[in-house]
């Protein structure tokens, strides 16, 4: 089939989000100007650079009780911070508790029972026992066609990797199995890698 999105589809669901998978899922923790801890899980999310290190989360939509957006971006732009926590396979039931649409005022972290511990370098929490996190200053927020799409850059500024994640001196994510995500209300887990060298290796 063919279709042009602003005809529609035709499909009894969207398939726009189960094109594009596996997606990483960054699980992102910031603190608004109050103090108060947020965390909300993003599929539009990825690594955009080396050197130095940058990641990108990108949010959709509006929420009630945020002018304009969701919580993190309010609160990210207030801050200029934000860290990214790793999902392992364990964290999915947290994860998708962390991602209901709570009142702004409420600390995702207790409700989804996780235990937030103090970054490092910037003035937010993460998740304790998450297989890696990733603190970031903010760099751009740039706007995108459409209701509330926004996408986050940010910088990485300390890096944490829990120490049985690393093996023979890498980081091993059979250890804790990534979640992705994929389309509709669907997950998948990496269990098993393969390597491939590169023709110029």
């Known amino acids: 089939m063919f279709y042009r999105p602003e005809d529609g589809h035709g499909l009894p669901h969207n398939p726009f989000n189960a094109i594009i998978t596996p997606r990483p899922i960054g699980w992102i923790s910031s603190r608004d100007a109050n103090g108060i801890n947020n965390l ?40 200029g911070v934000f860290c990214v926590n790793i999902v392992a396979f364990a964290h999915r039931d947290a994860m998708n508790a962390s991602s209901a649409g709570l009142p702004k005022e409420t600390d995702e972290f207790a409700h989804a029972g996780l235990t937030a511990v103090e970054c490092e370098t910037i ?14 200053k903010l760099t751009e927020i740039t706007t995108l066609p459409g209701e509330a799409n926004r996408v986050v850059f940010g910088e990485v500024t300390g890096v944490h990797l ?18 992705a995500r994929l389309g509709y209300r669907d997950y998948a887990v990496v269990t098993e890698l393969f390597s491939l060298n590169r023709p110029d290796d």
């Open 123 to 136: 003035a937010c929490s993460r998740v304790a026992d998450a297989p890696a996190a990733l603190e970031c």
């Open 40 to 79: 909300a899980p993003y599929s539009f999310f990825n690594g955009v650079a080396y050197t130095p290190p940058q990641v990108m989360f990108a949010t959709t939509g509006t929420k009630h009780d945020q002018d304009g957006g969701k919580d993190s971006i309010a609160n990210i732009e207030a801050t």
């Open 162 to 179: 829990r120490d049985d994640c690393l093996k023979d001196g890498k980081f091993d994510v059979t250890t804790f199995q990534p979640l």
